[in-house]
Structure formats: structure tokens, C-alpha cells
């Protein structure tokens, strides 16, 4: 079997390495991103490897199908930049539903703490052996309500790192969940969600139905001082609607470690250049802002996971014609092919 990886790290080849070692594994990494331009690089290959910001499109699909490819394997969870309708039919895709929601979710908590006790502006005052504490005074997370959007694998994860914390947990999701409900969490609106969580933390996938899920107007009855977190997808929020309101003081903070446009810059380096994108620069420029790029998955534990599950998908569905990471399109939504789960 022979596969083409695309956008590909130096630690996604050491992990996939490890994980192909022994197996009549085939495969060439490229650095460059999947799309209408580098399709060709798949030719003489059975699969594509991707990863979030490579791009499925239907133009794409067409060019893989014309090249012989028979599956994209995504070495990730969301498949947002797969169009999955036109897919459907003409090339299997796959997926790696859990890799380390631990990774994710601890991220999550490492940016919220980093942000209320001001970590990333101690960091940079003490190496310059400035030991003022003005305008370091953060606020206790304990007894603090977050509301958590999405108590899937990793919103699980989250929701049990914050009741240790003591704080009060107030969740939505689309399919509420009983583990959730037995921790005594409240399922309460979205409306809810934004009136009364001195935190927002954002779990659920990107679809058409949560574009924008945080807007102007979702914004504008979150309680002021509010801190979002996002390490989801970019296009969750609205991020010209986050910089104004953190430019007019109504939002406390903001972690991401997604934005919208990142496919553009994250993963790259662009220090030494002048940055294309003046919200992503403003949001940057902001001291309670903390932007890391996309990292949120990066741990040795998941990055071997990611390997294996990946490479295991291409052999169950190569070896036995079946792999229960496939997804599906069938009526208007994606569902997981093994266990009917809409998303
Ligand atoms: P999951 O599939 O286990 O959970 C997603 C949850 O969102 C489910 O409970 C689902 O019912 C809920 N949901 C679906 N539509 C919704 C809607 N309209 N409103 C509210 N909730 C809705 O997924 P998991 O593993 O917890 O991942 C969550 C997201 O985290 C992924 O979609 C992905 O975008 C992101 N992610 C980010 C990573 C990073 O490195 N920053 C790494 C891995 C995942």
C-alpha cells in the first residue's frame, strides 16, 4: 500500500515511522498542504494523509478519483475541510475519532490559567528581571461558572478538570450526555450559557449549524469581563466580533488556539515577516490575549496514537474492506459509519 502525506512535520514523521516500521507500508511526506494545486503529488498512490488545514474539496476529490486514490485518511477528528457530501460515493474517508482527549482538554486549562494569573506576562517580566507584581492581580477559578459548548470526548475531559477546580459547570450540547448529567452538570441553553458563565470553552465540531456560534450578538449578552476559550475551530467565533469587544473591555480575555484564517500562517514560521492579517495581528497585540497555533493535540501521546489509528484505518480498509473510523454522508448530515453517530 502506498501513501502520500501531506503537511507533514517533523514529529508526524518520527511518530508514522515508528508506527510503519515492519508493515508493507509505502509512503512519501510532503511538506506542502493538499489542494487544487498539489493533487498531482498523489499520483501512483492508494491514499492521501491529511491534517486540519489541507483542503477536500469537490475539485480535489475529482483530481484524487482521476489518480486512482481510494481513501483520504485525516490524521485527525474534525473534518470540516473535507466536503463530505460530494465525497460520499467516490472516496472513502477516514477519520481518527480520539487520540488524546487529555491533550486537548489540559491545553485548555494550561491557556485558562495562563490567562487569568497573567503566566505569560510574568514569563517575559522576571527574564528581564522586572519582579513588579502591578497589574498582575488574576482572579480565583474556583467557585467561577464556566460554561462548557459540546461534552463530547474532549468537553468531558475538560468539564472533570474544572469541577476539580471547584468551579460551577454549566454545559450545552446538541445530544446531551448522562455521564455528564450524573457529575450534577446542568444542561442548560445556549442563551443560558452566554448570561451566566464567567468562562466560555468551546468543545463542539465545527459544522454549518455552529459557524459563528459566537457572534456580535452572542457576545453582547455574555456577561462582561467573560473569557472565551476556543481550541476547537476558528470559525466557532467571529473573530472581527472578539477583537471588538475586547478592544471595547467587555471581553475579560480570550485563548485561541484556532482562528478562523489559520490555515494561511499556523503551523509555519512568519517571524521576520510583516503579518498579512490585521484581526489576527490585533487579537496578538492584545495583553489578554493568548494565541497558540493549533497545539492544543501536540503530545507525544497523541501523536503516536494519531499514527497508529491512522495507519490501522488504512489497513482495515484495504486488507479487510471495512474500517469503523469511516464517515459517511447520508441525508444531510455526516454520521460515523460504524455506529451511526450523527454529527
Ligand atoms: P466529539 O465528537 O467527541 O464531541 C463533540 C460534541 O459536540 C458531541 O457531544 C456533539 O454532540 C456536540 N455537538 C455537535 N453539534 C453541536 C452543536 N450544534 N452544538 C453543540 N454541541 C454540538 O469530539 P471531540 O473529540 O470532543 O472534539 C471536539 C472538537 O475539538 C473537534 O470537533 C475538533 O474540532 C476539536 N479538536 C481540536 C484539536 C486541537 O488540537 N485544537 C484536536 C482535536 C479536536
Same mark, same amino acid.
Given at each position: ?8 512535520k ?17 509512503v512519501k ?8 494545486d498539489?493533487c ?10 491529511v ?30 475541510n ?48 522586572n ?45 446531551p ?12 441553553s ?12 468551546? =468543545? ?7 459557524? =459563528? ?59 521576520? =515577516?510583516?503579518l ?17 497555533? =493549533? ?44 455506529n451511526?453517530?450523527?454529527?
Amino acid at each position: 500500500m502506498k501513501i502520500a502525506f501531506f503537511d507533514t512535520k517533523s514529529y508526524d514523521i518520527d511518530a508514522f515511522d515508528k508506527t510503519i516500521k515492519g508493515k508493507n507500508i509505502e509512503v512519501k511526506y510532503y511538506e506542502t498542504k493538499l489542494n487544487e494545486d498539489t493533487c498531482e503529488l498523489a499520483h501512483g498512490f492508494d491514499a492521501v494523509c491529511v491534517f486540519v488545514n489541507d483542503t477536500i474539496n469537490s475539485k480535489v476529490i475529482d483530481k484524487l478519483c482521476a489518480l486512482g486514490v481510494k481513501a483520504v485518511l485525516l490524521r485527525c477528528a474534525g473534518f470540516n475541510n473535507v466536503d463530505m457530501k460530494y465525497a460520499f460515493g467516490k472516496i472513502h474517508v477516514l477519520r481518527v475519532p480520539a487520540y488524546s482527549p487529555y491533550a486537548v482538554a489540559e491545553h485548555t486549562m494550561a491557556l485558562l490559567l495562563t490567562s487569568v494569573r497573567r503566566i505569560h506576562k510574568a514569563y517575559i517580566r522576571t527574564r528581564d528581571f522586572n519582579f513588579s507584581l502591578n497589574k498582575m492581580t488574576g482572579f480565583d477559578l474556583f467557585g467561577k461558572t464556566v460554561g462548557v459548548i459540546g461534552t463530547g470526548k474532549i468537553g468531558r475531559v475538560f468539564i472533570n478538570i474544572c469541577l476539580g477546580f471547584g468551579m460551577r459547570v454549566l454545559a450545552y450540547d446538541k445530544f446531551p450526555c448522562d455521564e455528564v448529567k450524573e457529575k450534577g452538570v446542568e444542561y442548560v441553553s445556549l442563551d443560558t450559557i452566554f448570561k451566566e458563565s464567567d468562562i466560555i470553552s468551546l =468543545h463542539c465540531p465545527l459544522t454549518e449549524e455552529t459557524y =459563528h456560534l459566537i457572534d456580535n450578538n452572542a457576545l453582547s449578552i455574555c456577561k462582561k469581563g467573560v473569557i472565551i476559550l476556543n481550541t476547537s475551530r476558528g470559525a466557532l467565533v467571529d473573530a472581527e466580533a472578539l477583537l471588538s469587544g475586547i478592544k471595547s473591555r467587555h471581553i475579560g480575555g480570550a485563548c485561541l488556539d484556532v482562528y478562523e484564517e489559520e490555515s494561511d500562517f499556523f503551523f509555519e514560521d512568519f517571524s521576520g =515577516h510583516i503579518l498579512e492579517d490585521d484581526i489576527l495581528a490585533r487579537l496578538i497585540s492584545m495583553p489578554n490575549v493568548i494565541v497558540t497555533s =493549533h497545539q492544543a493535540f501536540l503530545t507525544n501521546e497523541a501523536l503516536s496514537n494519531i499514527a497508529e489509528t491512522t495507519i490501522n484505518n488504512a489497513l482495515d480498509l484495504f486488507e479487510k474492506g471495512q474500517c469503523e473510523n469511516e464517515l459517511c454522508f447520508r441525508g444531510s448530515t455526516t454520521v460515523d459509519c460504524k455506529n451511526g453517530k450523527c454529527f
